[in-house]
């Protein structure tokens, strides 16, 4: 089987290691809200590592935004 690879995914992957998701630290509450499509987003400023996209995570689960579009989560 051949797998192609999804750039954004991949850049999703490389940039979650720069934060730690918080789902541990999160209450069930916040937990229930990112399961009814509720997050808590931060925009992130890397320019340097991504220039010209827009980054965004949530803070209190593993998703994760780039230009938009949920690439992870």
């Known amino acids: ?3 192609v690879t999804n750039p954004d995914a991949e ?3 490389t940039l979650a290691r720069l934060w730690p998701h918080r789902v541990h630290e ?3 509450w916040k937990s229930l809200l990112c399961v009814c499509g509720l997050h ?3 925009q992130l400023d890397l320019r340097h ?3 010209g996209r827009q980054i965004w995570f949530c803070r209190w689960c ?3 935004w780039i230009d938009g579009i949920s ?3």
């Open 1 to 3: 089987m051949n797998s």
């Open 62 to 64: 593993e998703k994760i």
């Open 40 to 42: 808590r987003r931060a």
């Open 11 to 13: 850049l999703a992957r």
């Open 71 to 73: 690439d992870r989560g």
């Open 49 to 51: 590592h991504a220039p």
């Open 26 to 28: 999160s209450s069930v």
